[in-house]
């Protein structure tokens, strides 16, 4: 079956250290998204690509990092300049554009140590 | 600015009683609506979504929504709650060419 996949589900980072999210889709989406989800404050867009070797960066993309080298794969790097780590990080993709809704990933919790 | 507001942060109904979470929007353009549902821990799953046509819309999981163009509202509804559907709801709209704007969710409690 066609999804995404987000790994891993539990993550913990240590002070001063950078940490990657993955997320992979075979659902043959040319765009993919990191959310971030804090409690009471809904999904907000940390970067956003249309299609590989290009993307945009959302309203809180600060202290964070994405590449898109291939079509299927849209890593997420929290770098420690991003002080406030502690959240669920959703992947999402769709196709063409925002007439069509997102597929998403089950999420990554991200702790501090 | 575009937004959407979902005004009930909580929601408590009785198994088999109706359900209707409120979704306003502000967009300029026509709007492309969607409503998701969240479990614990999961990511989001699409219920239904509406682009054009039919103001009303069926989904999954015996959900509907309306679109009132005049009120800029995309309630969602149900005719008689079950406690599988105790989670988490998010209403978003389609801004720009690849932005979605989510409203910031309601959870819904369902009492046996």
């Known amino acids: 079956d066609g999804g995404i996949t987000q790994s891993p589900k539990y993550l913990f980072r240590k002070e001063g250290q950078n940490v990657t999210l993955s997320c992979e889709q075979n659902l043959n989406h040319d765009a993919m998204y990191w959310y971030r989800q804090d409690p009471g404050q809904g999904l907000r867009l940390i970067y956003y690509s249309q299609i590989v070797n290009d993307f945009q960066k959302g309203d809180i993309a600060e202290g964070y990092s994405v590449s898109r080298e291939k079509k299927e794969s849209f890593p997420l790097t929290v770098t420690s300049a991003q002080k406030n780590p502690t959240a669920f990080y959703l992947c999402a993709s769709s196709i063409e554009s925002v007439r069509q809704p997102q597929h998403f990933g089950d999420g990554t919790r991200l702790s501090i140590l | 600015a575009q937004s959407v507001t979902q005004p009930d942060i909580h929601i408590t109904v009785s198994e088999g009683a109706s359900l209707e979470l409120r979704c306003n929007y502000s967009y300029g353009a026509t709007p492309y609506l969607f409503w998701y549902v969240q479990s614990p821990g999961q990511g989001l799953q699409l219920l239904l979504k509406?682009?054009?046509?039919?103001?009303l819309v069926q989904g999954i999981k015996g959900f509907e929504a309306e679109f009132k163009r005049s009120q800029s509202s995309f309630n969602l509804r149900k005719p008689s709650v079950h406690w599988s559907d105790a989670a988490e709801y998010f209403c978003a709209v389609g801004a720009g060419t690849y932005k979605y704007i989510f409203g910031t969710g309601t959870r819904l409690k369902v009492l046996a």
């Open positions: 509406y682009f054009s046509g039919d103001t």
